[in-house]
């Protein structure tokens, strides 16, 4: 089985940085693409940020320049470097990633988190 378990967020003051991890455990042979998404109450759930296996990053307009999105291969973790955080950054962030795992050897799955909230305050 592979599990993604986030962890870092929190209460913080507009203007203010938070730093959320995803951490991947179980069967795994690879992860390709690891992502960040949110979902804001009464909003759909948006894709935040990606970044491939080889590190290349892409980010929603909304967080260009704000928020920076790293990876290691070598521990199966993915960060989300969040800066100048706005009341409008309020959600539940999920990781998600899609991985080549023991079961699945010939394709990736895509994989979920439970999430954590971020809650930013003006």
């Known amino acids: 089985q592979v599990q993604l378990v986030e962890s870092g967020g929190g209460l913080v003051q507009a203007g203010g940085s938070l730093r959320l991890s995803c951490a991947a455990s179980?069967?795994?042979?690879?992860?390709?693409?690891m992502n960040w998404y949110r979902q804001g109450q009464g909003k759909q759930r948006e894709l935040v940020a990606r970044?491939?296996?080889?590190?290349?990053?892409d980010y929603a307009d909304s967080v260009k320049g704000r928020f920076s999105i790293s990876r290691d291969n070598t521990k199966n973790m993915v960060w989300l470097q969040m800066s100048s955080l706005k009341p409008e950054d309020t959600a539940v962030y999920y990781c998600?990633?899609?991985?080549?795992?023991?079961?699945?050897?010939?394709?990736?799955?895509?994989?979920w988190g439970k999430g954590t909230l971020v809650t930013v305050s003006s």
């Open positions: 970044i491939t296996r080889g590190g290349r990053a």
């Open positions: 998600c990633a899609n991985i080549i795992g023991v079961d699945h050897p010939m394709y990736d799955m895509e994989y």
């Open positions: 179980g069967s795994i042979f690879t992860i390709n693409d």
